[in-house]
């Protein structure tokens, strides 16, 4: 499967479904770590190990949320080598991208947006954050993903 567009150094990838995905994801082997909030965890079932389930929405945008990730990628013992996964809509591309760019220096990113917005958003140059001190973006990186992987499959979510 060919990247139907390269910007910034991120690869962008069209997936026709579900399954043409999983098997895109399974060129990724098994140094990842899967970021999904409840809603897309609830549709993926079995959840693929190991992964960090986040609650839903900007409720979960905060550095609680973070330290779940980080923490769950060094209890896994993933290196700097690693590939995080979001799975989700624009929140979970914030946190996992801003998680990625900070830990061990930075890791890799793929983001598979299940959202119109957040599939807009994955191309618009990289911009992470999250809210802290109740103040919306407060904390933030540029850190672009290796790949998006658009599927129109996962709208449905």
């Known amino acids: 499967m060919d990247s139907f567009l390269s910007f910034n150094g991120t690869e962008f990838y069209f997936v026709e479904n579900y399954s043409a995905l999983s098997q895109k994801v399974g060129e990724f082997g098994s140094n990842v770590l899967w970021i999904v909030d409840e809603v897309t965890a609830k549709m993926v079932r079995p959840l693929p190990e190991p992964n960090v389930v986040l609650p839903s929405g900007e409720r979960g945008k905060n550095w609680e949320s973070i330290s779940t990730i980080i923490k769950e990628a060094y209890r896994n013992r993933l290196g700097r080598d690693t590939r995080f996964i979001a799975f989700g809509g624009g929140v979970i591309s914030d ?63």
């Open 95 to 157: 946190l996992s991208s801003f998680a990625a760019s900070i830990y061990m220096r930075g890791c890799n990113i793929t983001l598979i947006p299940t959202t119109l917005l957040s599939m807009v958003d994955a191309t618009l140059g990289g911009k992470t954050g999250i809210d802290f001190c109740n103040i919306k973006n407060l904390l933030g990186t540029f850190y672009p993903a290796q790949e998006v992987l658009i599927c129109p499959e996962t709208l449905s979510s």
